[in-house]
T-cell receptor
Framework: GQQLNQSPQSMFIQEGEDVSMNCTSS?????WLWYKQDPGEGPVLLIA?????ELTSNGRLTAQFGITRKDSFLNISASIPSDVGIYFC????????????????FGKGTLLTVNP | DGGITQSPKYLFRKEGQNVTLSCEQN?????MYWYRQDPGQGLRLIYY???????QKGDIAEGYSVSREKKESFPLTVTSAQKNPTAFYLC???????????FGSGTRLTVV
């Protein structure tokens, strides 16, 4: 199936630092989504992107849908301890026959640790 | 409030026993999904269902079974054929168009 390459796998940062993570694919996606999973809980949607080039913010979080439609990044500014968790990218890719596949493809996640 | 509920949160079973994990949603979503999560493995799709009385295997369906008799419910049975059942299991639902999933809070299954 389609794959998303998410990096980095893990990050250890100091409180107050900015964070950046990204996802890339060899195929075109027509939506990009970013989720956060707190320890022991289910993922929660942070940001959804629907147009190439779109830049969307949600508080200290900013995400962009790459122009090529094959990548996306998520930035977190001024990190705080409650930012710890696993961040997943996900997307709907374009079928080779055209149209969207509403089943999401997920990246493997970025584990973020924030030291107070 | 609408949402998706998984129960129980923690489940312990003896090896060789079948166990069923519950997933219920009141979001009126057509599609439902089961994922397995192991440390460092990300989310792996077990089964998904697009409509009632229909479901498809995901990437790791062996040793699992599902049913979709009602739109609101998509229970997952972990059978004794599953070689390594201890994991965190996540249920999700979505509408059948491009958009995100809503996830449950997960069930941690431990087989001893």
């Amino acid at each position: 199936g389609q794959q998303l390459n998410q990096s980095p796998q893990s990050m250890f940062i100091q409180e107050g630092e900015d964070v950046s993570m990204n996802c890339t694919s060899s195929s075109i996606f027509n939506t990009w989504l970013w989720y956060k999973q707190d320890p022991g809980e289910g993922p929660v949607l942070l940001i959804a992107l629907y147009k190439a080039g779109e830049l969307t913010s949600n508080g200290r979080l900013t995400a962009q849908f790459g122009i090529t439609r094959k990548d996306s990044f998520l930035n977190i500014s001024a990190s705080i301890p409650s930012d710890v968790g696993i961040y997943f990218c996900a997307g709907h890719h374009i079928r080779s026959s055209g149209g969207s596949n509403y089943k999401l493809t997920f990246g493997k996640g970025t584990l973020l640790t924030v030291n107070p | 409030d609408g949402g998706i509920t998984q129960s129980p949160k923690y489940l312990f079973r003896k090896e060789g026993q079948n166990v069923t994990l519950s997933c219920e949603q009141n979001l009126n979503h057509d599609a439902m999904y089961w994922y397995r999560q192991d440390p460092g493995q990300g989310l792996r799709l077990i089964y998904y269902s697009q409509i009632v009385n229909d479901f498809q295997k995901g990437d790791i369906a062996e040793g699992y079974s599902v049913s979709r008799e009602k739109k609101e419910s998509f229970p997952l049975t972990v059978t004794s054929a599953q070689k390594n059942p201890t994991a965190f299991y996540l249920c999700a639902s979505s509408i059948r168009t491009v958009g995100g999933y809503t996830f449950g809070s997960g069930t941690r299954l431990t087989v001893v």
